[in-house]
């Protein structure tokens, strides 16, 4: 599966984006589907996982109540709705998938990676 990201931009605190990532293929819906973040310096951390369902997701703490992930199978994409957003999520936000059945934050175990987008959030 190939994964081409996009919506990131300049926001002030405070704000709103959402992020989009879009799959290849007709196999989506058998991917378990997350976000993952880098800011400048540090490593690419877990931000959120959806099933392939949409049934279950997941969050980073930091994240919880702010950030949603979703899916549309039907159009391959997977979506990351960001509110309230703070200087501290300013990252590059990656798309990643993986044939699995359970849930994971652990990046080594995503197989495919979409190319990033930068999310800068200013004060």
């Known amino acids: 599966v190939q994964l081409q990201a996009s919506g990131g931009g300049l926001v002030q605190a405070g704000g709103s984006l959402r992020l989009s990532c879009a799959a290849s293929g007709r196999t989506f819906s058998s991917y378990y589907m997350a976000w993952f973040r880098q800011a400048p310096g540090k490593q690419r951390e877990f931000v959120a996982a959806?099933?392939?369902?949409?049934?279950?997701?997941y969050y980073k703490d930091s994240v919880k109540g702010r950030f949603t992930v979703s899916r549309d199978n039907a159009k391959n994409t997977v979506y990351l709705q960001m509110n309230s957003l703070s200087p501290e999520d300013t990252a590059v936000y990656y798309c990643a998938a993986e044939r699995r059945y359970s849930y994971t934050s652990n990046l080594n175990e995503y197989d495919y990676w979409g190319q990033g987008t930068l999310v800068t959030v200013s004060s």
């Open positions: 959806i099933s392939q369902s949409g049934g279950s997701t």
